[in-house]
């Protein structure tokens, strides 16, 4: 995590102290910032709520982060860090590419949905134009490495003759927002009906077909 951190923001977060102790306020701290950032927004939340909400003092707070901001991008950073671990999980699949698309669709359609993607997506929204380091930093610990972490699988399949040759960074994004977009979109605009989460199941299996339909081997 403590590498992950220092990468999000580009060498600007400091290293968790090592003790117990000081991780577990560490911890704490980006808790109570998630909880005041997704109520509040960045413009909105106060240090001295956080801090609060933390049970920390100030000094505490600041020798963990150096800044409102560098406590931000710690929060990205707690939310973004363990879907690797999930997406990695899914390509360790030894599955024919189809079940392996639908099992990776079915991922990508859950975590889309989940109530601290819809937060962190609607910070990010709000936030992005006044301070485009946030957005960036998303784009690259969320979407970016996570599509690399897809393109072998991608591009053994269009070796396979699976799928048709054509730009794989392209069909791999496409891919991903057929998946992610329509579920996702009701619960941000804060529609009185989403999905159920067995609809977003649905809709995932039905974005493969879809896919595989526009991208398929002639």
Known sequence: MASQAQDLSHGETRSPPRSGRARG??????????????????????MDRITAEAGVSKATVYNHFRSKE????????????????????VLDHDAP??????????????????????????LLMAESLRFPKFGQTFQEALIDRTLELYRPKFEQAIAAGILR????????ERFVESCAHR??????YADPD?????????????????????????
């Open 165 to 172: 040759p054509g730009n794989v960074y392209h069909i791999m």
């Open 97 to 122: 590419f189809v079940e392996w698309l639908t099992d990776l669709a079915v991922t990508v359609a859950r975590k889309a949905t989940m109530p601290e993607t819809i937060a962190l997506t609607r």
């Open 194 to 218: 989403p999905m159920t989460p067995e609809q977003v199941d649905e809709h995932a299996r039905e974005t493969v077909q879809f896919f595989l339909h526009g991208y398929a081997a002639s």
């Open 183 to 188: 579920p996702q979109r009701a619960l941000l």
């Open 25 to 46: 306020k560490r911890e704490a701290i980006i808790a109570a910032a998630k909880q005041v950032f997704f109520q509040e927004g960045y413009a909105g939340a106060a």
């Open 70 to 89: 560098e406590l931000l991008l710690a929060v990205v950073d707690d939310v973004i860090v363990p879907f690797h671990a999930e997406y990695r999980a």
